[in-house]
């Protein structure tokens, strides 16, 4: 069954330095987020992409981050200068332009330092 | 705003016992309702979806949800839980069109005794 991947599996950072988090979608959906849920939280949008460009972002979703998809399979949320409120498990999401929906993938957990 | 709520952060439940997860939503027109599941150290799984059509929806695992309009609810349930089903429940919603944010409810942990 396909599925979507995230690596890696667990980030630790500096406080300040950026990071890049990394998720291979379903390879025929075309449609991708990311959310993410601080501990003890709820599961938060953050954004979602199609076409090359952000369809939809949340309030969350200031400079500090940047989404891309720089080949056919990758797509990659960066944070550019890590706080330590940035601390969460990251979810990469995609689903096809026609059902939505959305197939997750198992997290990037950050921590940030 | 739509909102999403799950009463019950944990539930404790007895191996053969029967579960239901209860989640009520609150959104400007019917929305897609989804629930999803997180075992330990693994993504969110998706249990059911509900579109439109029969209230009443399957989904893998033994688990079914029922869609009711005049209450915002679609609660989980599964007549007889297994020492697997110990993981968190997520309700969520989401507009009805692809490629749109889900909003999550705040989960339900469900702890199985033998």
């Known amino acids: 069954e396909p599925e979507v991947t995230q690596t890696p599996s667990h980030q630790v950072t500096q406080m300040g330095q950026e990071v890049i988090l990394r998720c291979v979608p379903i390879?025929?959906?075309?449609?991708f987020y990311w959310y993410r849920q601080i501990l003890g939280q709820k599961v938060e949008f953050l954004v979602s992409?199609?076409?090359?460009?952000?369809?939809?972002k949340s309030e969350i979703f200031d400079d500090q981050f940047s989404v891309e998809r720089p080949d056919g399979s990758n797509f990659t949320l960066k944070i550019r200068s890590t706080k330590l409120e940035d601390s969460a498990m990251y979810f990469c999401?995609?689903?096809?332009?026609?059902?939505?929906?959305?197939?997750f993938g198992a997290g990037t957990r950050l921590s940030v330092l | 705003a739509q909102s999403v709520t799950q009463p019950d952060i944990h539930i404790t439940v007895s191996e053969g016992a029967s579960l239901e997860l209860r989640c009520n939503y609150s959104?400007?027109?019917?929305?897609?309702l989804f629930w999803y599941v997180q075992s330990p150290g693994q993504g969110l799984q998706l249990l059911l979806k509900?579109?439109?059509?029969?209230?009443l929806v399957q989904g893998i695992k033994g688990f079914e949800a029922e869609f009711k309009r005049s209450q915002s609810s679609f609660n989980l349930r599964k007549p007889s839980v297994h020492w697997s089903d110990a993981a968190e429940y997520f309700c969520?919603?989401?507009?009805?069109?692809?490629?749109?944010?889900?909003?999550f409810g705040g989960g339900t942990r469900v702890l199985v005794k033998p």
């Open positions: 999401a995609s689903s096809t332009i026609t059902i939505d929906i959305q197939y």
């Open positions: 390879s025929n959906h075309l449609y």
């Open positions: 992409f199609y076409n090359n460009e952000i369809s939809e």
């Open positions: 959104y400007g027109a019917t929305p897609y």
């Open positions: 509900y579109f439109s059509g029969d209230t």
């Open positions: 969520a919603v989401g507009p009805r069109a692809a490629g749109n944010k889900l909003t």
